[in-house]
């Protein structure tokens, strides 16, 4: 019996997905509340937003209440029949799994679907609410977590395996891989590249253009979760290329991190052998200051939340930095477009507003003055969210840049022929962490060896 839900700030059921014993329990719980008729009653059809908001409405006013006036919120519930409820937050919308596996398994689960839906959708979580394509592809990555969960060891820790290889191997898969990246480089579009390899759920090989984002660890993890996904697909829903835009997090060294959007093409070259190109897109800079903007959003509105005004200065300048390093980015931004052109004014002006609520509240100690603060923050975060979607989450090029990786992908497939039975048996049988009950020895052993990438 597994369900998560996610509710937004004001409490708005953006997704849900249940599996058929729970949509029945609901299903019979809505009935028990008297919030259906005996003949509307079905457990195979899903439920309406409606009646679930109505379910869960007293738990998430309980939960809010704990955050916000206690800051202690509840982080697991249990119920009777090994019922378990498990909470967690991000932004100031509010995650919820419903299962009957025990607490901290749950727990992984839910922080693996955060983590899928930030990939997905950056910090402008509400697009899952009215994008059946995102919601789909997220509930279709949850599923594929919890089935490798279950065989894949390699999931059950959170790495990666590093296929070994001979050399004559590797220096064919590289060559390939780099062929790759210097026919994309010619698109003015992308300059900022990596090409790499998965055989199954491995990691082979890696190749990067030199002004290309180090990707972490965990971008790794999920670019693999994202291969075993396409290559789970039955015949008649799988294509040879899958694309779409996704937020990595970079690494923390270098100048931006946390929120990289990426074109990301997946292509099945052979059973099991994946080619992923990865493709810097967007204003890479923007969309780092933009997630900064959210979260000292998010900061600033708990505090006031909770009445907690000294701390309110503090988190108001850490805003004002980053509302200026985004502008200072937006200076930069060429779009010709006259959409655009008005979000950024729309921001401008907005902000401005916004900077002198807060100036004059500073100034006179005003109490009242939050009300027109708190009256003014809904239009400024629609301007934000406006900016990242046109700006960050967008991509003109996308469709257009298809019949390039098509071609790249016909190339690499012909220059891998040769090695193409070797990698397939290793996708098949190889030495993998589930081929014994390991010990921590040769855990070590293995991470001196870089026979795993762990996040």
């Not at 969309?287 to 000294?310: E, G, I, M, P």
Request: proline letters at 2%; one cysteine or more.
């Amino acid at each position: 019996m597994e369900g998560i839900l996610v509710f937004d700030q004001t409490n708005d059921l953006i997704y849900h997905n249940f599996n058929e014993a729970m949509r029945e329990k609901m299903s019979k719980q809505a009935y028990d509340l008297g919030l259906l008729d005996e003949e509307s009653v079905c457990p195979t059809q899903e439920l309406n937003s409606n009646v679930l908001i109505q379910i869960f409405s007293p738990l998430l006013a309980s939960q809010r209440i704990m955050m916000c006036q206690f800051d202690n919120a509840y982080t697991a519930i249990q119920m009777e029949n090994n019922l378990n409820v498990v909470f967690d937050e991000f932004l100031g919308y509010i995650f919820l799994e419903i299962s009957t596996k025990e607490v901290d398994l749950v727990k992984r689960e839910l922080g693996a679907f955060i983590a899928f839906i930030k990939y997905i959708c950056g910090p402008n979580i509400f697009t899952i609410k009215n994008d059946t394509t995102k919601a789909e592809h997220l509930t279709e990555l949850i599923l594929t977590y919890r089935e490798l969960y279950a065989i894949n060891q390699g999931v059950l820790m959170e790495a990666i395996e590093q296929l070994l290889v001979n050399v004559d191997v590797k220096s064919t898969v590289v060559n390939a891989l780099q062929a790759a990246t210097d026919r994309l480089k010619q698109d003015p579009h992308s300059q900022r590249s990596h090409s790499l390899l998965f055989v199954g759920s491995k990691f082979l090989a890696r190749y990067s253009t030199r002004q290309a984002q180090e990707l972490a660890a965990v971008d790794m993890f999920f670019l693999s979760m994202l291969c075993q996904m396409y290559n789970r697909r039955s015949t008649a829903h799988r294509q040879r290329i899958e694309s779409r835009i996704v937020f990595l997090q970079g690494s923390v060294h270098q100048s931006y991190a946390g929120c990289v959007p990426h074109i990301v093409h997946v292509v099945q070259l052979f059973e099991h052998v994946s080619l992923v190109l990865v493709i810097e897109h967007a204003h890479t800079a923007l969309a780092s200051h933009l997630y900064d903007v959210y979260f000292a959003l998010h900061k600033l509105q708990n505090l006031q939340s909770q009445f907690d005004l000294d701390n309110l200065r503090g988190a108001f300048d850490a805003l004002e930095t980053y509302a200026k390093h985004t502008q200072d980015a937006l200076r930069k931004v060429k779009a010709h477009n006259a959409e655009v052109d008005e979000c950024i004014r729309t921001f401008g002006v907005r902000w401005d507003t916004l900077r002198k609520k807060y100036a004059d509240y500073f100034k006179a100690s005003d109490n009242a003055l939050i009300v027109k603060i708190e009256s003014n923050m809904p239009m400024f975060v629609e301007s934000v969210k406006e900016l990242f979607r046109l700006l960050c989450a967008s991509c003109a090029t996308l469709e257009h840049g298809l019949q390039r990786v098509s071609d790249i992908a016909d190339v690499a497939e012909a220059s891998l022929k040769e090695v193409f039975v070797f990698l397939h048996a290793k996708s098949q049988k190889n030495f993998t962490m589930g081929s014994y009950p390991f010990q921590i020895q040769k855990l070590r052993c293995w991470q001196m060896y870089c026979r795993i990438i762990f996040p």
